[in-house]
């Protein structure tokens, strides 16, 4: 039996510091298909062909857009994707820094969803890897239970069942306000202190903080 939803579940978006800046400044997140629209600037850390695989996967609840036009978020700080990046021998993966310049963004789904509802942005949730082919998803918060959240909670995720539940995904379509991100995670003070310096002077300022639980 799979555990319950969370009472006020958060989202996770990890992302190379030195893209930071420019999110930033252009006070937003930007989908995959946006970003390459854009030439956006920065160390990209995922996996290129998944990447492109992604543009034509269909989100089955929203006709007609695809998993690369949405802003995606794990529902855990320590992804399976984090765990990729810091172990840097991942078959198709170019990246290979580590976890240290990896920086977390942490937001509270249900604000997010009541942002999104009110300016008409679409998003939505699956129930496992979304850039897998046969993948489940939908856009109405009564079936969060559907998430295998015992599998997003684990940190052995070496079962075929638990691997796949863990990389559960929501998604914003488009662009995600950089003024819903509510706390950011870093693994070092030294990155701390980066964040922090590129943070300086900005409308939105969300606190910065050490926390090695949420790497590996």
């Known amino acids: 039996m799979t555990a319950a939803p969370p009472a006020k579940p958060k989202i996770y978006h990890i992302l190379h510091v030195d893209r930071l800046a420019s999110v930033v400044a252009n006070k937003r997140l930007y989908s995959d298909a946006a970003i390459r629209a854009r030439a956006g600037a920065g160390t990209v850390i995922g996996m290129q062909g998944i990447k492109d695989r992604r543009l034509t996967l269909p989100v089955t609840c929203h006709p007609k857009t695809y998993v690369g036009d949405y802003v995606p978020?794990?529902?855990?700080?320590?992804?399976?994707?984090?765990?990729?990046?810091?172990?840097?021998?991942?078959?198709?993966?170019?990246?290979?820094?580590?976890q240290v310049p990896?920086?977390?963004?942490?937001?509270?789904?249900?604000?997010?969803v009541e942002r999104a509802d009110k300016v008409g942005r679409r998003w939505a949730f699956s129930l496992g890897n979304a850039g897998a082919n046969y993948q489940s998803f939908r856009k109405d918060l009564s079936q969060l239970s559907d998430i295998n959240w015992t599998a997003v909670q684990a940190t052995d995720f070496r079962s075929s069942d638990v691997k796949e539940g863990k990389q559960a995904e929501f998604l914003v379509h488009e662009r995600f306000p950089w003024s819903l991100v509510e706390r950011i995670g870093v693994r070092t003070i030294d990155m701390q202190k980066r964040v922090r310096e590129i943070l300086d002077g900005a409308d939105h300022m969300p606190p910065v903080q050490v926390r090695t639980d949420w790497y590996y």
């Open 102 to 112: 990896i920086v977390t963004l942490e937001a509270d789904l249900h604000t997010v």
């Open 73 to 98: 978020f794990y529902f855990c700080a320590r992804s399976i994707m984090l765990y990729l990046l810091y172990m840097g021998n991942a078959p198709g993966l170019d990246y290979r820094g580590g």
